[in-house]
């Protein structure tokens, strides 16, 4: 009798939270780092997919209007005006691009799985929570910045207004929420020192977490995790 095949070692996944001008790419940088871990950014994802003329294409027709530009590419800052003003065509736009940046991140964690069993991956996804992959998360890292701060640095970050910034943050989750629901919480209030050393700290912690296969956590892609 042929002896079982051992059960998939799996990955190790955290997840990052935060609001509109943390840092979390910056917390994403050094966990990246001192982990050898694999990232996963969905906003490279989108703007990978917004170069796909089907997805224009998509876009184009569920809004009802054209949102490229003279060359034909997407005009992001006409897109974004769009639909951070407008709850129903963000809706809209989210379902042609959400399932496609799901998929992509299934596919990456199966194909990383496969390559570095035991490894750890970073999801930096601006909706984490309310799209529901926080579950498939071993732990999720917020990062707190005060308001007012967070909106200058994104404000001279992007040249936003104060009020474009403020219609980001208001179609995401809560930060109180994040920051509530989050395992670890690191501070970016004292510059990218502080910060660093901070994150340094938890990624050691991170080393006594127990890997888990994706067959576990996400079966399959076109299904939103449960647990």
Do not use: Y
Not at 205 to 213: G, I, K, V
């Amino acid at each position: 009798m042929a002896a079982p095949k051992p059960a998939p070692i799996g990955s190790i996944i955290l997840g990052l939270t935060g609001g509109i001008g943390a840092g979390k790419s910056s917390v994403a940088k050094t966990l990246v780092t001192a982990l050898e871990a694999l990232l996963l950014d969905a906003d490279a994802l989108v703007g990978q997919l917004l170069q796909v003329s089907q997805v224009i294409d998509s876009i184009e027709l569920t809004l009802g209007s054209s949102v490229r530009t003279g060359a034909g590419c997407i005009d992001r800052n006409l897109l974004s005006a769009l639909i951070f003003h407008d709850a129903i065509a963000r809706a809209k736009v989210e379902k042609v691009l959400h399932p496609r940046v799901r998929q992509k991140i299934w596919q990456g964690l199966a194909k990383f799985e496969l390559e570095r069993p035991g490894g750890f991956v970073v999801l930096d996804i601006p909706l984490l929570r309310e799209v529901g992959l926080d579950k498939i998360c071993d732990q999720t890292l917020h990062v707190h910045v005060l308001a007012a701060e967070r909106c200058r640095r994104a404000c001279a970050r992007h040249a936003w207004t104060e009020a474009q910034w403020q219609s980001r943050e208001d179609a995401q989750m809560s930060v109180d929420r994040k920051e509530a629901l989050a395992d670890a919480i690191v501070s970016n209030d004292n510059g990218p020192a502080a910060l660093q050393a901070q994150v340094q700290t938890l990624a050691e912690s991170f080393r006594c977490l127990a890997p888990r296969p994706l067959s576990e956590r996400w079966p399959s892609w076109d299904k939103l995790p449960t647990s």
